[in-house]
């Protein structure tokens, strides 16, 4: 027997995935959820075998689920933009159902999830697929999500100071305290606004709005000082390019 959940926030589209799921005898639908907290909450708990995820949802968007999960599982992808989605999805060897979706389209997603549910290594692969092509994709953020413990924080980009590079880690500093969070500086150079923030250093990548001053630091060097009173390093490249951007 095949342990499925659904997570959507819209119930009649839960409903529907339910419905077509009722006529399988070989899955067992086990917990419908609505929203991301609550899914990834099932997903490490309850350890389904096959989770209908929507993409799109207001408190934790399906990607974002993907990030913080503990273990790998079998994902069918829902959702209601085309926009981006179907490249990726197709690119990745993963399926995905556009809604609206009929029984038909359905039941092939289904079939394409019950051939890689036998094979766990596969379907990690797939999902650092996914994961990766969701870093490469030029898509701005307007929030960070970070996992410790048995606590998930959600970070508006509007609260953060400025970002360090810890090795395979990102610091991220905010006035309530600092974070850290698996991913590379490019990543954040590359989802962030860069009329918003500038990489001032190998190590710093600061809020352009959170700069107080620049001052000279020894022979041709120099250091932000922030609003909060901390100080930064700046490198000769981030000096150029904070200066283009503040038009000094």
């Given at each position: 027997m ?12 839960r ?8 006529s399988e005898?070989?899955i067992?639908?086990?917990g ?5 907290f ?21 408190k ?6 993907l ?9 069918v ?23 609206p ?21 596969d ?19 307007n ?10 924080d ?34 954040f150079?590359l ?36 609003k ?6 700046v ?14």
């Amino acid at each position: 027997m095949i342990k499925a959940i659904i997570i959507d926030d819209e119930s009649l589209a839960r409903d529907l995935v339910a419905n077509y799921l009722d006529s399988e005898k070989d899955i067992e639908v086990i917990g419908e959820f609505a929203n991301g907290f609550e899914g990834l909450k099932a997903i490490n708990d309850l350890n389904p075998d096959l989770v209908f995820l929507d993409v799109q949802m207001p408190k934790l968007t399906g990607f974002e689920l993907l990030e913080l999960l503990d273990k790998p599982c079998n994902i069918v992808f829902t959702t209601a933009y085309n926009e981006y989605a179907i490249k990726a999805f197709e690119h990745n060897a993963i399926d995905y159902l556009l809604k609206p979706f009929s029984k038909d389209r359905f039941l092939a997603a289904l079939e394409k999830a019950k051939e890689r549910i036998s094979n766990v290594t596969d379907n990690l692969d797939q999902i650092e697929k996914i994961k990766s092509h969701n870093d490469d994709s030029e898509e701005l953020i307007n929030r960070v999500v970070i996992k410790s413990r048995n606590k998930i924080d959600v970070i508006a980009v509007d609260k953060i100071k400025y970002f360090e590079a810890q090795d395979d880690y990102v610091m991220i500093y905010t006035d309530e305290g600092r974070y850290l969070k698996q991913k590379t500086m490019k990543y954040f150079e590359l989802h962030l606004n860069s009329d918003e923030f500038c990489r001032i250093h190998r190590s710093y990548l600061v809020k352009i709005d959170q700069i107080s001053q620049l001052q000279p630091y020894e022979k041709d060097n120099w250091v932000v000082i922030l609003k909060s009173g901390e100080s930064l390093k700046v490198s000769r490249n981030g000096f150029k390019l904070l200066k283009k951007q503040l038009e000094i």
